[in-house]
């Protein structure tokens, strides 16, 4: 049977690109290690390079910069996850059981990388920065978390969400799991044990929240919300008309 291809590119695995996955893995695995030792910023692709055991040259041909290590790891992350809640979402039926189920397994993913999150956290707040969870460069990793949430509602059986808000719930879900991660972030207890806590106090929160979303008088708040977000947080954002008719991002 031939090698399982799990890069974008199609056509079996060879050698040569069983050897450049794994060189990537490396200097990925290195940086993190760097990175969460010395700190983001004073980490250099040299010493990552230096570090792995390669040339800068070689460094920079499978990522551009420290940036985009940053989206590996998010990407990494992203794929481990979706991997890690397949037995949560195939046991669970219930909706509020599903969501903290997915919520806890994150954090439980997350777990090796939280003091290497606390590093690069300042440059990840920075709205201008491509480490940004919301911007454009971290868009397959955001897409793919939003789309664990959309699993989450297609496989509870009981929770009946109106068609108009099934495309804003699962974001609206993920935006929630932002703030999680960001407790997670400055979380010092032990095994970050209130996060979990948090986690499934928030499952439940929002469980009934969607509940609450069948009513009718209900769904126009939930859109509203949706747009809000959608309007207004970067990396979201729509293309709207400025005044004057010319298109501006907002």
Request: net charge neutral; no cysteine.
């Amino acid at each position: 049977m031939p090698a399982k291809n799990d890069s974008p590119h199609e056509g079996p695995v060879t050698p040569k690109s069983e050897k450049s996955e794994q060189t990537r893995a490396l200097i990925l695995e290195t940086a993190m290690r760097l990175f969460q030792e010395r700190g983001y910023d004073k980490t250099t692709m040299r010493a990552i390079a230096q570090e792995a055991g390669v040339s800068v040259g070689n460094a920079y041909y499978y990522f551009a910069g420290k940036e985009h290590l940053i989206q590996g790891f998010y990407d990494r992350i992203a794929a481990e996850h979706q991997a890690a809640v397949r037995g949560v979402l195939e046991r669970e039926s219930d909706f509020e059981a599903r969501l903290a189920g997915v919520l806890r397994t994150w954090l439980d993913v997350a777990a090796p990388y939280h003091e290497f999150a606390v590093q690069f956290f300042k440059n990840a707040a920075d709205p201008d920065s491509p480490l940004s969870p919301f911007s454009q460069e971290s868009e397959h990793a955001r897409e793919e978390a939003i789309s664990v949430h959309r699993e989450v509602l297609r496989g509870a059986a009981k929770t009946k969400v109106p068609e108009e808000l099934r495309d804003a719930l699962p974001e609206l879900m993920w935006l929630a799991q932002m703030g999680l991660v960001l407790y997670w972030i400055f979380d010092r207890t032990p095994g970050r044990e209130r996060s979990y806590r948090l986690a499934e106090r928030g499952a439940r929160i929002t469980a009934r929240g969607v509940a609450l979303a069948r009513f009718r008088v209900l769904r126009p708040l939930v859109r509203e919300v949706h747009e809000l977000f959608t309007d207004f947080l970067p990396g979201m954002t729509k293309m709207l008309p400025a005044p004057g008719g010319e298109d501006r991002a907002r």
